[in-house]
Nanobody
Framework: VQLVESGGGLVQPGGSLRLSCAAS????????MSWYRQAPGKERELVAT????????DYADSVKGRFTISRDNAKNTVYLQMNSLKPGDTAVYFC?????????????WGQGTQVTVSS
């Protein structure tokens, strides 16, 4: 099983980045996908979630209206489009896959990609 994030980097405030997470080794289309982030000295926080079939998405209040999560089940990839970036968005961004059936849970994490918003 692998989740490989890409697309991070250094961007100026107000700029945009698009993160990608390529999945392999499991049935991607059966898993809800999320993006989390962790800033230095802070706990990991949920940024955005999209269900297995796409459709209804959910966002942290801090990114609503600026970030968009999407997925392409044919490409086994989930994306995070980040616009109007702020210094407070600086963090390591992680891809997370999750499936739950009754009491059984399967989940996987990516290794993370650094996003730095600075002038």
């Amino acid at each position: 099983v692998q989740l490989v994030e890409s697309g991070g980097g250094l961007v100026q405030p107000g700029g945009s980045l698009r993160l990608s997470c390529a999945a392999s080794g499991f049935t991607f289309s059966s898993y809800a996908m999320s993006w989390y982030r962790q800033a230095p000295g802070k706990e990991r926080e949920l940024v955005a979630t999209i269900p297995s079939g796409g459709g209804s998405t959910d966002y942290a209040d801090s990114v609503k209206g600026r970030f968009t999560i999407s997925r392409d089940n044919a490409k086994n990839t989930v994306y995070l489009q980040m616009n109007s970036l702020k210094p407070g968005d600086t963090a390591v961004y992680f891809c997370y896959a999750n499936k739950q059936i009754m009491t059984w849970t399967w989940d996987y994490w990516g290794q993370g990609t650094q996003v730095t918003v600075s002038s």
